[in-house]
């Protein structure tokens, strides 16, 4: 018998979600964490700390496909990029489900359709506590349920834009957020409204992520047992292939072996990549379930740029990111292919200039940022980026992760921005200053900021062109699962972790079953 019956390697949006779900069960269930927790300090909340000295980004190495080194904006601890993520908790469009023509390709349809989704996005906003309003968003899906919290509520200069882009026959939303927010209670709140939410840890832990909502309450089971500090280096397999037997973990720089019935790979989509590939026998001379050579391939990220409006009057606002518009999401009355979706982003500080841009900014007195802070809107601009087989995750000669990346959908990316930047006139801001941030930030995302990484092990019927079944089952691995968001065969241009979060708790529910552990839970049937 083995010593556990689940083991979940990675506790973030996709592992800390499939733990808490799994977790009423009884099961006895092994959360293995290559970080440690994220420690509970005044740093947390220092723009100089956490984009400056990069204080919560691990000190891995990666490599591009020249073998230049790299840092990757990666982050090791338990609830893994949730600790630092925006917490914009978007659902997929129903038609990012199905196959989309967009100006580099084509955006391959899913194995499931929007409506086996649905369940679980819902049963994932109800974990997450996401705060929105329905009916506002044009593209949105249709959902059974509403948002379990009112959306938060727009500051004065947001309000105004919001008004503005009304004004110009737009159709602005209440973007979905993440945060334990009570405006009608603020004595009571857990969330303070701060300006350091997106990209830096909840000092107070009121950022719905999956540390809080997901890895803490699972630990309130006893059958729950969480080991930080633990790198799964290997996994080892029966003489036919077909079954995990062991996971080969890195504990402190002691080698230990842990044994369960089913194991849950969920390292985030490059590690997990990794780690299969890292795990080649015999019987899976490529890298375990590679038999399609698919494990590292389709590698996505989205294709965005961070971009800065000057507005003419000052922007006060503290809690930027309440604002969203997808009326560009499938394209334009002239454009006929999709561009994507835009966003707000965390207030920008003359820290985060320094921080994103250290040369360019190390001669500029602290005036002159702190002026351009004081006047910027920051946006957040995705487009799709399309499964490309050439993008992919491979192994470097040392074992760590070499990543080739070339963008697509390049084209509708710029008619992004020119779009955003046509508006500006209606909406307070200078035309002409509507900049990539390459005055002060990286005009675009480098490879090494992997946030949205997605798409290394895709799902799929075909085991001739997928990793894992439709269950997140590998191919040709009885008992082996991937719930982080390895398993997107498309990204779609908004947020990845309500997905990632959502797809656990649908593969929790399969594991409960396969278990025999109890039935479907209440909360993915809320009507
Ligand atoms: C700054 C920032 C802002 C973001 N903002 C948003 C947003 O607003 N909305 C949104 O939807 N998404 C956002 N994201 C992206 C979102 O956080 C990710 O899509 C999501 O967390 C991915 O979930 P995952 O389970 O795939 O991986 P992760 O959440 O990264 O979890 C992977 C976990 O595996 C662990 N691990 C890795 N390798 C091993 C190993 N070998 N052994 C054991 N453990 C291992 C890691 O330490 C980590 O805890 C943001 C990300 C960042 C960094
Ligand atoms: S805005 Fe709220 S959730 Fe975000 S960091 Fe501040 S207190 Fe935490």
């Not at 800065?308 to 394209?331: C, H, I, M, R, W």
């Not at 708790?505 to 552990?517: K, N, P, S």
């Amino acid at each position: 018998m083995s010593d556990y019956d689940v083991i979940v390697i990675g506790s973030g949006a996709g592992g800390g979600t499939l733990v808490r779900h799994l977790a009423p069960s009884g099961k006895r269930i092994l959360l293995l964490e290559r970080g440690d927790w994220l420690p509970r300090e005044p740093q947390n909340w220092q723009a100089r700390d956490v984009f400056v000295e990069n204080r919560y980004v691990s000190d891995d190495t990666w490599y591009d496909e020249r073998g230049t080194a790299f840092q990757p904006q990666v982050h090791y601890c338990v609830g893994g990029a949730t600790k630092l993520y925006g917490a914009a908790l978007y659902r997929l469009r129903k038609e990012d489900f199905g196959e989309l023509r967009h100006h580099d390709g084509i955006s391959p349809a899913w194995p499931i359709g929007y409506e086996d989704m649905e369940p679980y996005y819902t049963a994932a906003e109800q974990l997450y506590q996401v705060h929105g309003a329905r009916g506002e968003d044009p593209t949105e899906p249709p959902a059974s349920a509403p948002y379990p919290f009112p959306a938060v509520s727009h500051e004065p200069r947001i309000q105004q834009l919001s008004d503005d882009l009304a004004g110009a026959g737009h159709q602005p939303f209440h973007a979905p957020c993440g945060v334990m927010l009570a405006e009608d209670d603020m004595p009571h709140s857990a969330c303070v409204r701060c300006a350091t939410c997106d990209g830096f840890p909840c000092l107070v832990h009121a950022k719905s992520d999956a540390e809080v909502l997901g890895v803490r309450p699972a630990l309130e089971h006893p059958n729950v047992t969480l080991v930080t500090n633990a790198e799964a280096v290997g996994l080892e397999t029966d003489d036919a292939g077909t079954t995990v037997t062991g996971v080969v973990v890195d504990r402190d720089g002691v080698t230990e072996t842990y044994r369960a019935d089913i194991v849950v790979v969920s390292c985030g989509a490059a590690n997990s990549a990794k780690l299969l590939l890292a795990s080649a026998t015999d019987a899976h001379p490529n890298g375990l379930a590679n038999g399609s050579d698919m494990v590292g391939r389709n590698y996505m990220f989205h294709n965005s740029q961070a971009v800065l409006a000057l507005s003419k009057e000052p922007n006060p606002t503290v809690f930027q990111k309440t604002l969203g518009l997808n009326d560009f999401y499938f394209g334009t009355d002239e454009i006929d292919y999709p561009l994507g979706n835009i966003q707000m982003v965390g207030k920008s500080s003359a820290e985060m200039y320094r921080g994103e841009k250290p040369l360019q900014t190390r001669f500029a007195p602290e005036w002159t940022l702190r002026d351009v802070a004081g006047h910027a809107v920051d946006f957040w601009l995705s487009t799709e980026d399309l499964p490309r087989l050439e993008n992919r995750v491979s192994l470097h000669r040392d074992g760590r992760v070499t990543l080739a990346y070339t963008s697509t959908n390049d084209e509708p990316k710029k008619q992004l921005f020119h779009e955003l930047k046509g508006l500006l006139g209606h909406l307070g801001m200078h035309r002409d200053h509507l900049m990539p941030r390459h005055a002060y930030l990286r005009n675009e995302i480098p490879v090494a900021g992997c946030a949205h990484q997605a798409g290394t092990c895709r799902f799929g019927r075909d085991p001739a062109t997928s990793v894992l079944n439709p269950d997140c089952r590998a191919h040709e691995v009885d008992n082996l699962y991937v719930v982080d968001t390895s398993f997107f065969p498309s990204i779609g241009a908004v947020n990845p972790a309500l997905t990632a979060m959502a797809n656990a708790v649908r593969v929790g529910d399969h594991l409960l079953e396969r278990l025999d552990a109890r039935p479907r839970p209440e909360a993915a049937h809320v009507a």
